[in-house]
């Protein structure tokens, strides 16, 4: 379906997009479902099915719409501050009442469906290959050793926050964020990521 931006199609898929978020959080994956979704977004539940077709499309879209959204990666003039302000910015994400149940409830439907599944992973190759660029700019300018590889240091940096939100359940701040930054650096830096 094409859609016109800023047209009826647009306004609709950010009213069913909501609705999926909304619903997420409310009833998880499992309470997921189409009528639910059209209920809340105040669509018809043919318009939900002719465009989405089912649960899993409507997890994978609302996963592919939120790579839609711009996002630059960090340019404070060195890795060290571009790679603590990737990691800050995952911290605050899991701090903020609002965000966080979002980003929760998505990856966790993204556990019980495998279209879904294959969206998050885009999701995340699109993300990791935008925060690369600041590991290049840092090769570049002689930060750390040529080779380095530039989505391992992104994923080194923040996958100790995404551990403590998704698997032991702790808190996470910009605190954990600065040392799994330095962390993840050091290690590129000693040689560790070629």
Do not use: N
Not at 138 to 145: F, I, Q, S, T, W
């Amino acid at each position: 379906m094409t859609s016109r931006p800023g047209g009826r199609s647009a306004r609709v898929r950010e009213a069913v997009l909501a609705a999926v978020y909304a619903e997420l959080i409310d009833r998880g994956y499992p309470g997921l479902t189409v009528e639910h979704v059209a209920e809340r977004a105040g669509v018809h539940k043919t318009t939900v099915y002719r465009r989405w077709g089912t649960v899993d499309g409507l997890v994978a879209d609302a996963l592919d719409h939120t790579r839609e959204t711009d996002w630059r990666a960090p340019d404070t003039g060195t890795v060290e501050g571009d790679l603590i302000a990737i990691a800050a910015e995952v911290a605050d994400t899991f701090t903020d009442p609002g965000r966080r149940p979002v980003v929760v409830a998505v990856v966790t439907a993204a556990l019980q469906s495998a279209r879904a599944l294959d969206a998050k992973r885009d999701f995340y190759a699109a993300r990791h290959a935008d925060a690369a660029a600041v590991v290049t700019r840092a090769v570049d300018r002689g930060e750390l050793p040529a080779g380095t590889d530039p989505v391992e240091l992104v994923r080194l940096a923040c996958a100790p926050l995404y551990y403590r939100v998704f698997i032991t359940g702790e808190p996470v701040d910009r605190s954990t964020a600065e040392r799994s930054a330095r962390a993840a650096l050091a290690a590129a830096r000693a040689g560790l990521l070629g």
